[in-house]
């Protein structure tokens, strides 16, 4: 499982406007809405739900907020760098600027947590992380987020 198999380029939002974790999840969950089809509603409910059972922001300047959804048919991501740190009642009490949001079919089991170590594994390396937040260029992200496993797997 890579990064590229999750998200696309049109999934990299480089400068998210959000005051708070509900406005960065409601944002997200519109652009997952735009390019799956999926219902904004029903992404942003599973995202609540999760959020519900503990915080997805796990420390750093990170959040990995994730759900399942019956309707989808594949894995699917979106990564937004915000403007501005928004507190994600993170477990570590820091503002969060990077948020990798990733939703699954019911049925992903195994490939959901797998997607979720290989994003956790990207977000861990600080270097990735400060090249991150070093750009505001959609393209750049996404060159970023995917090329990175590559470089390391060379």
């Known amino acids: 499982m890579e990064i590229a198999d999750l998200i696309t380029p049109q999934s990299v939002i480089p400068n ?3 005051t708070s974790k509900k406005q960065a999840l409601q944002e997200m969950a519109r652009r997952a809405s735009s390019l799956t089809g999926l219902h904004e509603r029903a992404v942003f409910d599973v995202l609540l739900e999760r959020e519900r059972l503990g915080t997805t922001g796990v420390g750093n300047g990170i959040a990995i907020p994730h759900g399942k959804l019956p309707s989808l048919d594949h894995l699917f991501g979106v990564f937004a760098r915000l403007g501005r740190p928004v507190n994600f009642e993170s477990i570590d009490d820091q503002p969060v600027d990077l948020i990798f949001l990733l939703v699954a079919p019911e049925s ?36 970023l987020l995917t ?8």
């Not at 490939?111 to 750049?140: F, I, P, Q, W, Y």
């Not at 090329?147 to 060379?154: E, I």
């Open 16 to 18: 998210l406007r959000a």
């Open 108 to 143: 992903a089991g195994a490939d959901h947590l797998k997607a979720l170590a290989r994003v956790s594994r990207l977000l861990r390396d600080k270097t990735v992380c400060e090249k991150l937040r070093g750009t505001d260029n959609a393209e750049a992200l996404y060159a």
């Open 147 to 154: 090329q990175s496993q590559a470089v390391r797997a060379a």
